[in-house]
């Protein structure tokens, strides 16, 4: 059973950092697309930041916290990160973690692939509540 579990949001002033984890199991990294998505209250779910073994490093779904935010992975404790810094009070949202797994014909590009079809699997999100 795939399961995500998120942690580490709560209550931050602007300006602050914060990292989030989001723990894994019952998959393997190397042939899943990983990202964390936002949503922020009244609006739509968005893309963030994604990972994945056939990517060249992270990619970014989401243009504004390009400089700001940067994902990285644990394979070895199956956890992956997302580092925010420079928070914005409009960065305040529920961030989820996300897996897809990508078929094997898809041989470069697994994140742009996961955000096309889908993610499958989904974590309950932890909030992020950036004061101003």
């Known amino acids: 059973e795939v399961q995500l579990v998120e942690s580490g949001g709560g209550l931050v002033q602007a300006g602050g950092s914060v990292r989030l984890s989001c723990a894994a199991s019952?998959?393997?990294?190397?042939?899943?697309?990983i990202a964390w998505f936002r949503q922020a209250p009244g609006k739509e779910r968005e893309g963030v930041l994604c990972?994945?073994?056939?990517?060249?490093?992270?990619?970014y779904y989401l243009d504004s916290v390009e400089g700001r935010f940067t994902m990285s992975s644990d394979n070895a404790e199956n956890t992956v990160y997302l580092q925010m810094n420079n928070l914005k009070p409009e960065d305040t949202a529920v961030y989820y973690c996300?897996?897809?797994?990508?078929?094997?014909?898809?041989?470069?590009?697994?994140?742009?692939?996961?955000?096309?079809?889908?993610?499958?699997?989904w974590g309950k999100g932890t909030l992020v509540n950036v004061s101003s």
């Open positions: 019952g998959f393997k990294f190397d042939d899943h697309a």
């Open positions: 996300a897996a897809s797994r990508v078929p094997d014909t898809v041989v470069t590009g697994a994140c742009w692939w996961a955000r096309q079809y889908g993610m499958k699997y």
């Open positions: 990972i994945s073994s056939n990517d060249d490093g992270s990619q």
